[in-house]
């Protein structure tokens, strides 16, 4: 399992510099940083790459944006890994990096508990002898299956059941392998739905919630109001109404009241619990199921939603040659 995860960027002022870092106890000299962004982007630094370091201070699998984003995505590795078989991951969390709208400790910490469950998954050394390539191409060669479409689900969010089966693993490590076999064109890509989701994790488990205008308290109750003629006392129409004495009270002026005539209709409004206050619109709120943040709808992230289709005649190549 690999020991941390840290993004470096390039500065024009002060160079090769240590973005962030997970865990925050993970020391790397800043001497190693620049080591690691020079000899990781040597050449054309337009051009995206995956790419293995190794010395006697430490052991990477890295990922160069290019000019998609001129950053570093280091995944720092024990002695006894195999770097190779973070290509994969490495690929895929540098793409979940770029369209990440959390903090960088936040999202670097996010990611690494991510790749600390990922397991099994990371058994093999290279990418066409990874098991769970393997289970795709046969099941495609052999299946009667060539298209993959998305499925919404609040608890799995967006993801991919037959492509999930053919792959011999769980619909939430999909996207992982989605990811390298569209770079690969063994997967093509076709937009067919779309999601506002959360900008803070991506979940489209979203709730709407109406909020306090004043306190912003969730605490909030809905009903028929009524004014006190009298006093200028509000209240639910309800709590006018005292159920022993079978007759309309009001609690704030200790007076019955003897007519309707004397409470003023003043519609449907909310209560707040925490503050007692009476307010005739809330404040609208998402609260995302996933990460528990509370968003703004028009801090809402447009998600393009796509069905894939197996590239047949490229799969066949592959499988072709290693059976040679």
């Known amino acids: ?43 054309d630094i337009s051009t995206p790459r995956f790419s293995i370091f190794q010395t006697k201070e430490i052991k990477v699998a890295s990922y160069f944006g290019g000019d998609r984003k001129n950053a570093l995505l280091v995944f720092i590795l024990g002695e006894d890994e195999e770097p190779e078989k973070y290509q994969l991951i490495v690929i895929q ?31 093999s050394a290279s990418v066409l002898e990874n098991r769970v390539i393997q289970n795709f191409f046969s099941n495609v060669v052999t299946g009667d299956v060539l298209k993959f479409l998305p499925t919404k689900d609040y608890e799995l969010g967006i993801y991919y059941p037959l492509l999930s089966k053919y792959l011999g693993v769980e619909p939430t490590q999909t996207s992982l392998f989605i990811d390298y076999l569209c770079r690969q064109d063994f997967l093509i890509p076709e937009v067919v739905d779309c999601a506002l989701v959360c900008p803070h994790c991506g979940s489209i488990k979203l709730f709407n919630l109406l909020l306090c205008p004043k306190c912003n308290s969730k605490k909030m109750q809905k009903g028929l109001t009524a004014q006190h003629r009298l006093c200028g006392y509000v209240n639910f129409y309800e709590n006018f109404f005292d159920k022993p004495r079978n007759r309309l009270h009001c609690d704030n002026c200790n007076t019955f009241i003897s007519n309707e005539k004397d409470l003023i209709n003043k519609g449907i409004s909310y209560y707040c619990v925490e503050c007692k206050v009476f307010t005739k619109r809330g ?16 801090e809402l992230v447009f ?11 490229k799969i066949n190549q592959i499988v072709k040659f290693k059976e040679r």
């Open 93 to 123: 969390t540098f793409n979940e990096y770029v369209t990440n709208n959390t903090e960088t400790d936040e999202f670097l910490e996010r990611a690494f508990k991510k790749v600390l469950g990922m397991g099994e998954l990371l058994g």
């Open 1 to 43: 399992m690999p020991k941390g995860i840290a993004v470096i960027t390039w500065d024009d002022h002060f160079g090769a510099m240590l973005d962030s870092i997970y865990p925050k106890d993970l020391e790397i000299t800043n001497d190693l940083v620049l080591q690691l962004y020079t000899s990781q982007t040597m050449g």
């Open 303 to 313: 998600k393009e939603i796509y069905a894939y289709t197996a590239n047949l005649e």
């Open 283 to 298: 404040r609208d709120y998402l609260e995302c199921g996933n990460c528990s943040k509370l968003i703004k709808r028009e």
